[in-house]
């Protein structure tokens, strides 16, 4: 869900000391070291049978379209910090969708403690890092370790580290699920403001959907250089294949394929992993059969 973010709605200042583990930066050691981040939880071992899902279904994209195009080459050592949209802001305004199963139908939150947004926010953030990593890719989360900082220029919040991080040219990309309908407009990269516009932001796009750059006059996250990927509206089968305990792995783990695969194109010009040590890719984008149509 995107907010319209002038302010991040400070007005309410919730106790956070809860949840104050603070500031982390995920998975910084190499993955064989890398503790794992206290507030997150991994996959249980008695987790349900999982059935797998016939195929990745996101929704539609989003119905107001941009026409940017990103073209700007990357390295391909491009370091990328995934962060979860609103991962700092519950309790507060701009702390995303209850999506369409809370909302509507009056079900329980996956966590009472934040929107059901932020829970899946957090889980594709993790599951992108993780397959990422097998990949090869230069790629950490970023958590704020508190779910309600009330300052948006607390040096712990997304838009403070982005900032920092994007100004060292790191590539900044923050999770969301949108709205359900009709309040959401679907999938799709709502890129960074602050910077040209890269290969991974075209890849991105052509994957999941091409906000407007300006999309309501632009963004707090875009201004300090956060990427917005909107995965799909929080509700229908996305929301259901989340929620079911049976399909709720291969669904999260669809999405982060998905995404990984086009942060593979976006920085190497391909989906493997193991390029030839030094060796840069310059493939171009189009080149990928499946996206080639949907250049703009
Ligand atoms: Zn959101």
Redesign the pocket.
Known sequence: ???NLSGRGRSLLILSTAFSLGVSLLGQATSAEAPSPPAIESPSRTAPAQSPIAELNTGPRTRLRGNWVGRQPVSPSLKIVVMA??ADSQGMHGS??PGAAVDQRGEAPMDPRMRD?LFW?RKVRDAVVALSKQKGLNIIGYDPGALSIAKASDPRTNWSVARRLSRQGNYILEI???AYSPHGYGSGLIPALNRNLNRVDESLALSFGRFPRLFRGGLGGPRRGIS?L?IGMLEGILEANLRNPKTREATIQAIALQVTDALMLGVRGKTSSNPPPGVVDNAPLTSNPQTNSEVE
């Open positions: 869900m995107i907010s949209g609103h995303g969708t947004e926010n969301h699920f949108d917005i909107e």
